[in-house]
């Protein structure tokens, strides 16, 4: 399921960014490292170092709006051996693959816990 309207695209930023950002420094970097508008409607997604936090950066036509996950288990996925400030576009449903912490690349494979309790 998912809850982004017709239209909106899914910016994947490369490599890592300091989590220490909030949404006014991530959308500068959006700005100014991504080359984009971050006051666009559309959803950039950020990694952290350890890879198990993402931040995503949207404006909803009122405000700049920030999202934030952290994984307990395992780390989100992101491409490898590509140059920061780029970015990847993806589809609404490989955004809901990697927000529960799905590969959205092969979807079929799942974590699941070893044993109950």
Partial sequence: MTLLPAGTKVHLAFGYTDMRKG?????????????Q????????????????????????????????????????VWPANVEPGRTLSLTSEQLSHLLEGIDWRAPDQR???ALAG
């Fill in 37 to 76: 508008d971050p006051f666009t409607g559309h959803l950039f997604v950020f990694r952290g170092r350890k890879a198990n936090l993402i931040k995503i950066v949207f404006w909803d036509g009122t405000g700049l709006c920030l999202f934030t996950k952290r994984l307990e288990h395992g780390v989100f």
């Fill in 111 to 113: 974590w699941r816990p």
């Fill in 23 to 35: 949404m006014d420094g991530l959308a500068v970097l959006v700005q100014e490292v991504l080359h």
